[in-house]
């Protein structure tokens, strides 16, 4: 009886550590939720990694559409004021009532992300530029020939009144490096919208000199390499700018060299006189 219940004791001892070590499987409902847990934590996991990527693209859209708003425009009407214009001929500087003009042109700006978030470089095309200069009456104008008293002296007075001396000057595809920068672009508010800009350009030129003094009517053309280097400051569609516009040109000579001292004569066995040209021009440009 003994031995009976010493082998049963050993058989139940054996029997609960082999269960013990047998590895519990789940049941085949609880499988399947732990499969499916899996599968929604991979796709959480990539819905994450794509919202990632679009706030991303959103962001860099943003910063687009705020680039656009501010570098568009490259478009541009100027509308000039030269408060300061001279022209030199002969050794002798005359210089102007007033200087008023026009000039349209286009700027091309590179790279279509701008340098440091601020910054874009490239090439300005003036396509026309047009300006008109009246001058002061100067002491080498030409006296009448015809006496106060003489009727034809009269006679050429009334048809052909004096309206003084005038350069007309027609340029047409300027073009020249520019510099642009945003400083404030990366701000939230109105001040992102600002930019300054410098230029220059090269300016081919045709040139009209006209004379009308002491019921005479004159005139000559030329050629005139003329150039000009400034700066503007823009909001939006405006800009407000300075710049220095100079050049010359061979003139067809309207007064003979008999008239002057040698010291004073044309430059040019061809008998073109030389003309000198200088202004400081103020202007209000709009751009679209």
């Not at 990527?53 to 570098?71: A, F, H, L, M, S």
């Not at 601020?118 to 006496?147: C, H, T």
């Amino acid at each position: 009886m003994k031995k009976f219940i010493i082998t049963v004791a050993l058989t139940a001892a054996f029997s609960t550590m082999a269960f013990a070590q047998e590895p519990m499987t789940p049941a085949p409902e609880e499988a399947a939720v732990i499969d499916s847990l899996d599968m929604l934590k991979q796709q959480i996991s990539d819905i994450n990694v794509r919202l990632s990527e679009q706030e991303e693209i959103n962001v860099q859209r943003q910063k687009e559409q705020k680039w656009q708003g501010i570098w568009k425009g490259g478009k541009y009407t100027s509308i000039f004021f030269a408060p300061s214009a001279s022209s030199t001929e002969l050794g002798i500087k005359s210089k102007a009532a007033w200087n008023f003009g026009l000039s349209k042109g286009t700027s091309y700006l590179f790279p279509s992300k701008p340098i440091a978030g601020i910054l874009k470089v490239g090439f300005d095309v003036r396509w026309i530029d047009i300006s008109v200069i009246k001058y002061k009456k100067n002491a080498f104008s030409l006296e009448n020939d015809f006496d106060g008293d003489d009727e034809w002296g009269d006679i050429t007075d009334d048809f052909l009144p004096d309206i003084g001396r005038y350069d007309i000057h027609i340029g047409a595809f300027g073009i020249g490096p520019v510099v642009s920068v945003a400083p404030f672009s990366s701000f939230n508010n109105e001040a992102r919208f600002i930019r300054a800009t410098l230029y220059f350009h090269y300016q081919p030129t045709y040139g009209l000199h006209v004379l009308s003094e002491d019921g005479e009517l004159e005139s000559s053309m030329a050629y005139c390499n003329m150039m000009d280097f400034g700066g503007k400051i823009q909001y939006r569609r405006f800009a407000l700018g300075i710049e220095g516009h100079w050049g010359s040109g061979k003139y067809s000579d309207m007064i003979s060299d008999d008239d002057f001292d040698n010291d004073y004569a044309s430059d040019s066995s061809s008998g073109k006189l030389k003309r000198k040209f200088s202004s400081t021009r103020i202007f209000v440009a709009f751009t679209f």
